[in-house]
């Protein structure tokens, strides 16, 4: 111990790029929303309980008995073949085929989608570079970036996804203050949390910006395969060979506790992802990967996957007609056609971070806006799930969202002096 510090102290210890790191206000809202009193709209949990569990335990079982040698040990950093070679079976399912440069060589399988995400930081970003993003984003992404000392700069978005004018103009804006932008990190389909999906004609205009600008894509794609009302259009990753990295996961198709995601770079970065992960992680788990590999060899994942789309196609209904039935006016909110979440607009001169305090004391939760910006703006947002809770507790929740609303909206007025 040297000169008077004490080791119970540790805040002139941190490292630059943790100092500004402070505990998500999602993750406090949880605490709170999981209370059984509380309809919670405020997770992203997919609805485990629809997974045969028995089914998938005798299968876990059998593969310990059968495989549990190699199961059970280290693995390779990129991850096991044999599940490489079955992610692009699932990719070319979306168009991300052989004929587009897809091949197992090239895939890394990750942690997560999250890990891809940290991967991809960790290969491009370096203090002050600037990310470009759609606003709002995944909390998750800004995490990552924030804590690779990236500036991110929002790029807005309508019911059609990102705005490719704006796209645009914040390049521009960027090259003019001499920023160096690394990439646009975008979620095309069934977007957390806007739940809006990029449409086919924007998808081009955006490639063929991203293109002329010489601007790295990368394509978080955990949704796309969580479609209800027909087909997600394609994938950025299934129009362009080059300058695409895709991102995926089986947290929403099968399930987050397995931890299995991956990243399908170009060729020529490949061996730097690799050994980026291996410095991370050493290798992801074999055990994971072969649960995941046996589940798409001998279960019927395709019928599992209906089973996900239909349960929260059902929830967004529900959610979709309790929100027009009981919402007041001058609250507006997406019409999501996959995924897990619906962004909705407080009437003007509302705030839904301020009214998370009422919001819980009438037993109902969402998260505000303003976590899924780095800038802080969003305060006039929430966002709501609808792939966990049943459709009773939907419309309940939505019914009690809707009383707090009402009454914030009318403490307001009286502020204000309109009553
Ligand atoms: N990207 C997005 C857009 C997400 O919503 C999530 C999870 N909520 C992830 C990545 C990471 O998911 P996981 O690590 O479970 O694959």
């Known amino acids: 111990m040297t000169g008077g510090t004490t080791l119970d102290d540790y805040t002139d210890r941190y490292a630059h790029r943790v100092s500004g790191m402070t505990a998500s206000e999602i993750r406090a809202l949880f605490a709170v929303a999981n209370r059984p009193e509380v309809v919670s709209l405020a997770g992203g949990m997919p609805y485990i309980s629809a997974l045969p569990l028995d089914t998938v ?53 990750t942690v997560g989608g999250q890990q891809a995400l940290d991967l991809v930081a960790r290969l491009f970003l370096d203090p002050g570079d600037v990310v470009l993003a759609e606003g709002p984003t995944y909390v998750g992404a800004l995490g990552v970036f924030q804590a690779a000392q990236a500036q991110v700069v929002h790029v807005p ?49 955006v490639l063929d910006i991203c293109e002329r600008a010489g601007l790295l894509v990368i394509e978080d794609d955990p949704y796309g395969r969580l479609s209800f009302d027909g087909e997600a259009p394609l994938p950025l990753r299934a129009r362009r060979r080059e300058g695409v990295f895709y991102l995926s996961t089986f947290s929403k198709t099968f399930a987050p506790g397995l931890r299995v995601g991956w990243i ?100 109902v939760a969402y998260v505000p806006g303003n976590g899924f910006y780095a ?36 403490m307001r007025a009286v502020f204000n002096g309109e009553l």
């Open 264 to 363: 399908l770079a170009p060729h020529a970065v490949r061996d730097k992802l690799v050994m980026t992960t291996e410095a991370n992680i050493l290798c992801p788990s074999n055990f994971a990967q072969s649960v995941i590999t046996a589940y798409l060899s001998t279960m019927p994942w395709r019928e599992q996957l209906k089973a996900y789309q239909q349960i929260y196609a059902e929830r967004r209904d529900a959610m979709l007609s309790a929100l027009a039935d009981l919402m007041p006016d001058g609250m507006s909110w997406t019409h999501p056609k996959g995924g897990l979440f619906v962004w909705a607009t407080l009437p003007d001169g509302l705030d839904a971070k301020d009214m998370v305090p009422r919001a819980i004391a009438g037993r």
């Open 57 to 109: 335990g005798s299968m876990i079982g059998e593969l310990v008995a059968s495989q549990g040698a190699s199961a059970l040990q280290y693995g390779l950093g990129q991850g096991m073949p044999e599940l490489r070679e079955r992610i692009c079976e699932l990719m070319a399912d979306v168009g991300i085929d052989v004929g587009m440069g897809a091949s197992p060589d090239d895939v890394v399988v």
């Open 375 to 410: 800038d802080g703006t969003g305060r006039q947002n929430m966002r709501l799930n609808f792939s966990y809770p049943t459709p009773e507790r939907i419309r309940e929740g939505v019914r009690r969202l809707a009383g707090v609303i009402e009454q914030e909206a009318a």
């Open 157 to 205: 978005m309508d019911e059609d996804g990102l705005i490719p004018a704006a796209l645009s103009d914040a390049l521009l804006e960027q090259q003019r203050l001499g920023k160096r932008v690394k990439f646009l990190y975008t979620i095309p389909t069934y977007q957390n949390p806007a739940g809006v999906t990029l449409t086919d004609s924007r998808r081009e205009q």
